[in-house]
């Protein structure tokens, strides 16, 4: 028997709709508000008043104040709601398939680069956060594992196919993609020293492949 299909005007779409406004509107009050105010200053009540949304609800779509902080950084990370990290998506699948590792670290700097564009706002956040929550700490924490673990892969493909350049580990080579390929460095270029994004994504591209890949060094 086929399943049912359920268009938008369905009770079951409605009511799926209307979440989705729901947590939306969380999102932008939450983060509005954490800005302002600072994440340890700010509460669910101040969050419900400013998105319309009843306490209630907003404990149910996050269950708390650090749960909404961890969905705005994922949704920031990956740019939507799908749980699935960031590393084990196809995207990220598909540039490790790649036979030319030139090609594999260039598009590692387009991820980097749309990445921290997306999180432009909510990973200085969650540094701010961390400095008095002991939560936001763990999960800053979290993060940078995650990210060591992504970037990691990266270095594990370049050793595996034996384009890494002489001398240099697998493990110092993992060490490079995760400065050269950090929040803080595109903080850096980016918000401090003015360069656009598209600069960005070609130095880092140019920089990656100049210090890891056999007879790229100049």
């Known amino acids: 028997m086929a399943a049912e299909v359920r268009g938008p005007d369905s009770p079951k779409g409605s009511e799926q ?34 998105s319309g949304v009843p306490a209630p609800t907003v ?10 902080l961890k969905s705005l950084v994922d949704q920031a990370l990956t740019g939507d709601d799908d749980p699935v990290p960031l590393q084990h998506r196809e995207q990220v699948g598909e540039l490790l398939a790649r036979a030319d590792p030139r090609a594999q670290l260039a598009g590692l700097a387009g991820i980097v680069r749309q990445v921290n564009g997306r999180a432009g706002a909510a990973h200085p956040l969650l540094v701010r956060a961390a400095d008095s929550d002991a939560e936001a700490a763990g999960l800053l924490a979290h993060y940078d594992q995650d990210r060591q673990r992504g970037q990691g892969l990266f270095a594990r493909a370049l050793a595996d196919a034996g384009a890494l350049r002489s001398g240099l580990t697998e493990r110092s080579a993992a060490d490079i993609i995760h400065a050269l390929a950090s929040p803080d460095m595109y903080r850096l270029l980016v918000a401090e020293r003015g360069w656009s994004p598209d600069r960005f994504e070609r130095w880092l591209a140019d920089t990656l492949i100049t210090q890891l890949i056999e007879g790229e060094r100049r």
């Open 59 to 68: 404990y149910r779509l996050f269950t708390s104040k650090i749960g909404l």
């Open 17 to 50: 709709a209307r979440t989705r406004l729901a947590r939306a509107a969380i999102r932008d009050a939450a983060l509005a508000l954490f800005l302002d105010r600072g994440y340890a200053a700010t509460t669910i009540g101040m969050i419900s008043e400013r």
